[in-house]
């Protein structure tokens, strides 16, 4: 089945610097990919997601790049703020029927002010 | 609309109790997933409904794990006999269609003593 890897475990980084969080997976019929962000005790919640047709996805200072020949994609957070600190999850649709998805182990981000 | 919605929001069990937690989605959403999110984990799939079909139950991780959504709208999932390694958060998501984005609830927080 579908394996998802997402590193790094744990970030942190200055106010106002860029972080960056990979995932890779197995299974290359995979065509969706979400990335969730959790705040301690509250749901996760879709910031940013992009299709297999699309190699890039911006909005605002959050990205999203995919690399289907590599099987990796990155969340890219620009101007970090102490509002981002959470913990990030990437996330890979393994079937294009159900919208079932396969998370990685999760970033926890801490932004210093 | 309201987003989605569980209850309890925390639930303790004794060892061997039998416990239901409500769902109810998005209003229109046809799409309802449960997962079972372990502490510092991923979201692992537990089960998917269309409508009141339940297409997947692949990742129920035994027979005293049971699910249903009748009407196609609230679902309920039951543990029978409860053990401490169900101690997890559950979480309930919903969309629209099959593949489209993801909405999760709060979850309910599930303690087995």
């Known amino acids: 089945g579908e394996n998802v890897e997402q590193h790094p475990s744990t970030l942190s980084v200055q106010e106002g610097d860029s972080a960056v969080i990979k995932c890779t997976y197995s299974?290359?019929?995979?065509?969706?990919f979400p990335w969730y962000k959790q705040e301690l005790g509250k749901r996760p919640q879709l910031i940013i997601d992009i299709r297999s047709n699309v190699g890039e996805k911006k909005d605002q200072r959050i990205a999203v790049t995919l690399n289907k020949t590599a099987k990796h994609f990155s969340l890219h957070i620009t101007e970090t703020q102490p509002e981002d600190s959470a913990v990030y999850f990437c996330?890979?649709?393994?079937?294009?029927?159900?919208?079932?998805?396969?998370f990685g182990q999760g970033t926890t981000l801490q932004v210093k002010p | 609309g309201a987003g989605v919605s569980q209850s309890p929001r925390y639930k303790v069990a004794k060892r061997g109790q039998d416990v239901a937690l409500r769902c109810d989605p998005i209003s229109g959403h046809v799409s309802l997933f449960w997962y079972q999110q372990a502490l510092g984990q991923g979201p692992e799939f537990l089960t998917y409904?269309?409508?009141?079909?339940?297409?997947?139950k692949s990742g129920l991780p035994s027979d005293r794990f049971f699910a249903e959504r009748p009407e196609g709208s609230v679902s309920t999932l039951k543990i029978q006999r409860t053990q401490q390694e169900d101690s997890a958060v559950y979480l309930c998501?919903?969309?629209?269609?099959?593949?489209?984005?993801?909405?999760f609830g709060s979850g309910t927080q599930l303690s087995v003593l």
């Open positions: 299974d290359s019929a995979s065509n969706y």
């Open positions: 996330a890979v649709s393994g079937s294009s029927n159900t919208g079932k998805l396969i």
């Open positions: 409904f269309q409508n009141e079909a339940q297409l997947d």
């Open positions: 998501a919903s969309s629209f269609l099959e593949g489209e984005k993801l909405f």
